[in-house]
């Protein structure tokens, strides 16, 4: 066995060769249906100048796929006249990979292709990549071949200089074909650039593909591992500077159509107009699409959020999307005739629409919700659930890489743990759920105020929300820190959780006793519980939330206190002793851990001139200093959380719309029962931005309804991301229709004659 490079690839040895992966113009993607390609395979695939002006002079070595997998016996590769006319024959893949790397190693510049195939790749050496600032999609490092395959990719490794990294492998091994050998390359190189973990050769490139996490700081590191003959070969690939451009979150099946208007009498005229527009739009098929792209990229750029009123339609398809405006007009009619048989004055018309598409309308004679009483509400532990934001890093590749840079985003999502096979966050440890919870918390903030414009007038958390809410809204200035501390710190290991050291400190007893701890949500007044407890020395009424309670403490202890007041409870079945009278004693232990250092001044300064923090500790807005801060979190920590009381405290210092900053819809569901108990219910709604299922959808939902509510918002990203789209399905629509009349041309010349 050997682990030397033959000599066509030892020039590799003393440079790296920069990879950008670009369109062939000259293919449909219909055609490349058989290799798992579509028009959206790869977000990372935009225009560049500088690529098209370097690869206009590169040399294009192209696979002859009728001469190479017709026979494999017989294998031709030929070197197109672009820059010179030469014809090369290579024995394998390798070989034409090879020749590749002779004439980089010569400076020049290559770009490899197969003429069925919608991509080609351009290499060059990354110092040519360097001076023309050109950013490559991933760089080839390291080249391996031997007679097994470990030995192969070892040796690819050591040229690479990354022995030390166990990278991630694409099997090719079973692929004969030169067309599919290639085809997975480029899908590899794709995956890189696009951040996804790359998926099985017979896997296409699905929206869902799971993001590629990496140790703190860490490029990603691909091995393209392959046969030929009896030799086994592999090529190492380290990620580049390139970042994927990210994809649209609305496209022609996902419609969001914004309407303004100045009175109730014009937003139905511009509702029955854009009805009779979409009406007019060609019926949906493979190449109309860019036909309701470009008409819902002019509605979002013409919407006017000035507008005292606004609507929004949302929709899968352009008929679905005419049936949500008719029964949004239907709604409409049935309040004003409402209100017109209770002599109601149209002043004081009251509309609230909203259909599970995602299509809502706001109209209250009341104040406007969301202009100067927003706030952001960040929940507590336990929200998180498997696979969560597995959609996001798509559509926000520049936050993700953001938060690569600033710390380690695979701690921060305990992604080991949420995005395992088969995940059960059951399992993980409550330090796990709180890393976790803040970690969604911090990115969802990030999505909403940094690539929508939103600013919160105020904030506040639900229990270890509060951490989260310092954490996500840049008051403290390294939360990435506090990751490892939280992992390892006796407060969530063993005081509060675990053994539970501050209940065993507390009841006093002896080191060997059990202790059967367990919490119940129960539908009941806080007076029933309170008016017995006293014969239930350890069970606790830990949380006051609406229309129920939480009870904590010893299992046996709660069963009896919930048979006595003759109420059922559900158990949650998770060991924290958060907010009862144990955790009193480890006060001052939470107090010192959660004092972090705060931003700069001018920093601090904007937010306080913008955002009132609210806490449960306290009735007034909590000051802007490490200690009050810290004081304020060890408080909520601690003692018993009336979430009720928080709300109702938000309310009455001028809060309105509260937007769940997290994990799934945990305060959103408590915040509208106790809206419904209360005499502010119209004036209190409560918005969740994530939901199980569809991060997309829901992300949108919410975006929709702070649109009616008029919270002033920027839909910049969402033209931006639909613009391209809409370059890239133009193109794509170009190609296709280019195949078909090549295809036709034939045979209308046999009808002619």
Known sequence: MSNLLPPSTSAIKSMRIALKLVANEQVSFATSSGNDFSANSFAAI???????????????????????????????????????????????????????????????????????????????????????????????????????????????????????????????????????????????????????????????????????????????????????????????????????????????????????????????????????????????????????????????????????????????????????????????????????????????????????????????????????????????????????????????????????????????????????????????????????????????????????GIKPNFAMGYSMGEASMWASLDVWKTPHNMIEATQTNSIFTTDISGRLDCVRQAWQLEHGEDIVWNSFVVRAAPADIEKVLADFPRAYLAIIQGDTCVLAGCEESCKALLKQIGKRGIAANRVTAMHTKPAMLIRDNVQAFYQQPLHDQDVITSFASQIKFISAASQSPINLTSESIAASIADTFCQPLDFTQLVNNARQLGASLFVEIGADRQTTTLIDKISRTSEMAQTCQAISVNAKGDDQTALLKCIAQLITHKTPISLDYLTETLSSLLTTTLAAEKRSSHHTDNMLAPQLEGEQS
Request: net charge negative; glycine share 4%; with cysteine.
């Open 46 to 452: 935009k225009p560049c100048s500088l690529a098209e002006a370097i690869g206009a002079s590169a040399i294009d070595l192209e696979i002859d796929v009728s001469s190479l997998d017709a026979s494999l016996s017989e294998h031709v590769v030929s070197e197109s006249a672009v820059s010179k006319s030469a014809v090369n024959t290579a024995h394998s893949f390798n070989d034409y990979f090879a020749q590749a790397i002779t004439h980089i190693d010569q400076q020049h510049t290559v770009l490899l292709s197969h003429p069925e195939l919608p991509y080609r790749l351009l290499m060059m050496p990354a110092i040519v990549a360097a001076k023309h600032r050109c950013h490559p999609h991933a760089y080839l490092t390291g080249l391996g071949e031997a007679d097994d395959m470990q030995s192969a990719i070892n040796a690819a490794l050591v040229q690479a200089k990354r022995a030390h990294i166990q990278p991630t492998h694409v099997d090719a091994t079973q692929l004969t074909c030169y067309k599919d050998k290639f085809a997975q390359l480029v899908m590899m190189i794709g995956s890189i650039a696009t951040r996804s973990v790359p998926n099985a050769v017979s896997d296409n490139q699905s929206a869902d593909a799971q993001y590629w996490f990496t140790e703190m700081h860490q490029n990603r590191v691909a091995s393209f591992n392959f046969s030929e003959g009896n030799k086994q070969h592999s090529a190492v690939f380290v990620q580049g500077t390139e970042l994927a451009q990210a994809s649209s979150l609305v496209d022609d099946n996902r419609l969001f159509l914004p309407v303004s208007a100045n009175d109730l009498w014009s937003m139905k005229q511009q509702l029955q107009e854009l009805s009779t527009q979409l009406a007019a739009l060609p019926e949906q098929n493979d190449k109309s699409g860019s036909t309701a792209i470009s008409f819902m990229l002019s509605q979002l750029k013409q919407f006017d959020q000035t507008q005292p009123l606004s609507a929004v339609v949302m929709a899968n398809s352009v008929t679905n999307a005419v049936s949500e405006i008719n029964v949004m007009l239907s709604t409409i009619g049935k309040a004003e005739a409402t209100a017109a048989n209770e002599v109601q004055a149209k002043s004081n018309l009251s509309i609230e629409h909203k259909t599970p598409s995602g299509s809502c309308f706001h109209l209250t004679s009341d104040k406007v919700l969301g202009n100067n009483g927003l706030c952001f509400v960040y929940p507590g532990v336990g929200t998180v659930y498997p696979q969560m934001f597995a959609q996001l890093p798509r559509y926000f590749p520049a936050l993700f890489a953001q938060l690569e840079r600033d710390g380690d985003v695979k701690a921060m999502l305990q992604a080991d743990s949420i995005y395992a096979e088969n995940a059960k966050t059951a399992d993980m440890s409550l330090g796990e759920l709180a890393i976790a919870g803040v970690g969604a918390s911090y990115i969802l903030t990030k999505v909403l105020t940094e690539h929508f």
